[in-house]
């Protein structure tokens, strides 16, 4: 994962080999706390007690949330604040974390989320903060590059998809609207290609929607070019110590290395492919056009399911702190790939049918045109082996 800014270095983790497993050492499933809490929560959201449910809430399964609130457990409880509610009872773990997904994943205002919570806004707030730190410190081991054996399956699930070999994932961004004033030092800075102020988000994708890598924090006023050639990601492919994986050989004996897909804002690299451009209408070339598109196309889907949850860099943010917010987009993005690991592709499918969310909608699509010789001979060729394995897209 590369640094993102923003980010204070930290000591490492003492606890991290403690870690509670993901798929075993969950929380008992404390029935009285929901009862409790329900029963709090259940006059200020006007919805009677019989008829909330847990889901319609924290929008996650109690598995999930069970399991998330293992996680930080440890550091939300050392710390020495104690939060309270308006009649004075203190804040159980389970109540922070509630809280701050509610104020993630709603969106709404803190004195919102505050009143339907029964507590006050500064402490939805500081509370929130607190939750990010802890899944920061606790939660990175939900995104990280895949090991071999996890590389082999994702090219594999690449492939079925459209049959493009050896690839290893695709890569997008997004940004995050900001309203600054414009007296504002710097301000110009954020301006994007919309004149939107806005903060950028790049991720790169797995065929499951999960993160596997993040860099934010980037001004608007940054292309995909710039912004991949900032991140740690790029440093490492380029110097052969990431997508450096086993080759694959064509049919006809040309050898394909791992590599990633990205739109035509990206540069086309031996280990980046881009789209065709312009009007030869090849039909190889229309043809890997098709099915490079379908097999990106996860990433837009993972973006737009991201913004969709995490309702909160939804809309314009007004003066957001640009120090706090990457760190809030990574925590996150942890809980994105938290969901998907504990629900699986299905729940994120259902949800995207419903989804309200236009990943980045409003933005006309950027070319690049950058070429590097081996990235246009590795394209060239992967075009002519999928034309001759199948015919016409």
């Known amino acids: 994962m590369a640094p993102l800014r923003g980010t204070k270095r930290k000591r490492r983790d003492k606890t991290r080999k403690t870690q509670p497993d993901p798929l075993s050492s969950l929380l008992p499933d404390s029935a009285d706390w929901w009862d409790t809490f329900s029963r709090r929560i259940s006059v200020t959201l006007s919805i009677p007690i019989e008829k909330l449910e847990f889901e319609s809430v924290m929008k996650m399964p109690r598995r999930t949330f069970n399991y998330i609130c293992s996680l930080v457990k440890d550091i939300l409880m050392t710390k020495n604040s104690q939060y309270l509610f308006v009649d004075g ?3 159980g773990v389970e109540d922070q974390v509630a809280v701050a997904l509610r104020r993630l994943s709603s969106g709404d205002s803190l004195v919102n989320v505050g009143t339907a919570f029964g507590t006050n806004h500064s402490t939805v707030s500081q509370v929130t903060w607190r939750f990010v730190e802890a899944m920061e410190e606790r939660g990175l081991s939900h995104l990280r590059w895949p090991d071999e054996d996890e590389m082999e399956k994702i090219k594999a699930k690449n492939e079925k998809i459209k049959g493009l070999p050896n690839c290893c994932g695709a890569i997008d961004t997004t940004h995050i609207m900001l309203c600054l004033p414009s007296g504002e030092p710097n301000s110009k800075v954020w301006l994007d290609s919309e004149k939107n102020h806005s903060m950028v988000i790049q991720v790169i994708v797995d065929p499951d ?11 608007g006023s940054m292309n995909e070019l710039q912004i991949l050639k900032s991140s740690g990601f790029y440093k490492l492919c380029e110097k052969g110590a990431r997508l450096n994986g086993k080759s694959v050989k064509l049919s006809d004996c040309s050898e394909i290395r791992e590599y990633i897909v990205g739109d035509s ?3 086309l690299l031996p280990w980046l492919m881009t789209p065709y451009q312009g009007t030869d209408n090849a039909v190889h070339k229309s043809g890997f056009n098709k099915k490079h598109s379908a097999t990106r196309s996860v990433a837009s889907r993972a ?9 909160f860099f939804q809309g314009e943010m007004w003066r957001p702190d640009k120090h706090r917010l990457p760190r809030m987009i990574l925590a996150c993005g942890l809980l994105h790939n938290i969901m998907i690991d504990f629900e699986g592709d299905e729940r994120g499918e259902a949800m995207m049918m419903h989804s309200s969310c236009l990943h980045d909608g409003n933005y006309k699509p950027q070319v690049c045109g950058v070429a590097d010789e081996s990235g246009v001979a590795v394209r060239d060729a992967l075009a002519q082996y999928l034309a001759d394995k199948s015919g016409p897209a």
Request: glycine letters at 8%.
């Open 209 to 219: 929607m999960r993160f596997r890598d993040i860099i934010t924090g980037w001004p």
């Open 303 to 311: 973006l737009a399911r991201f913004k969709d949850m995490w309702r």
């Open 265 to 267: 804002g990206y540069p």
């Open 89 to 91: 009872s203190a804040m």
